[in-house]
């Protein structure tokens, strides 16, 4: 790691803690697990948000491990009411997981959703919310922010859940195309992802929030 993305994670982390965010940072996804595992305890009441990093750091599998009451939207066989009951118990949880799919220089965090569940589990409700993201999710500022949604996590989610929508298609959102575009512009798909649009600053509850930065690049 050049000095750098260094300088950059540093700057990072020292105004996610003036925002009242709690930062850490790994070296490896090998090391998420073990810090994870300091900040909740079994038998909690855990549950999360749909993340590639958190497949790709083992997280899902150590929530699935028997260890913790996972509230599980997953599982196989579940039906959409029981998803919709997933979602609203999760509101009660001791800790709630999940990714950024952008986090400024700043201190902010922008997040970006079609269902919504991810977004208000982030805002409110559970004790304590814990994001794991890959150094690829910093950016400058929330103008970045934006373009790295509408170019890098926006499409790949939408090829990923066969999402009949213009960034499937082509790769980056279509507001991209106007020079008069606002953060919400996008497609009418009814399959669209990019329905609410959340930038988090300041914390009135001081470290609830905790963004844990992994020296790698992960997710989208």
Known sequence: ????????????????????????????????????????KEGDTVSNGGSETLKETGVIDE??????????????????????????????????????NAITENGELYNVDGNSNRVSAI????????????????VKNIEEAEIRVKTKAAPPNCVRLKCDTYCQKTGKCLSLNSDNREIPSGCHSDRRICCNYVISAQQRHVDRIKVIIVGEELGY
């Open 1 to 40: 790691m050049d000095n750098e993305l260094k300088s950059k994670i540093q700057r990072t982390m020292e105004n996610l803690k003036v925002n009242k965010m709690k930062p850490y940072f790994v070296e490896t996804k090998e090391e998420v697990l073990p810090l994870i595992k300091t900040l909740i």
């Open 63 to 100: 929530l699935k491990s028997g260890k913790y009451n996972y509230l599980n939207r997953s599982r196989e066989g579940i039906t959409q009411e029981e998803i919709e009951e997933v979602y609203r118990k999760t509101y009660s949880a001791d800790a709630y997981f999940a990714s950024s």
């Open 123 to 138: 805002l409110y409700g559970p004790k304590s919310v814990i994001l794991v993201c890959g150094y690829n999710k910093i």
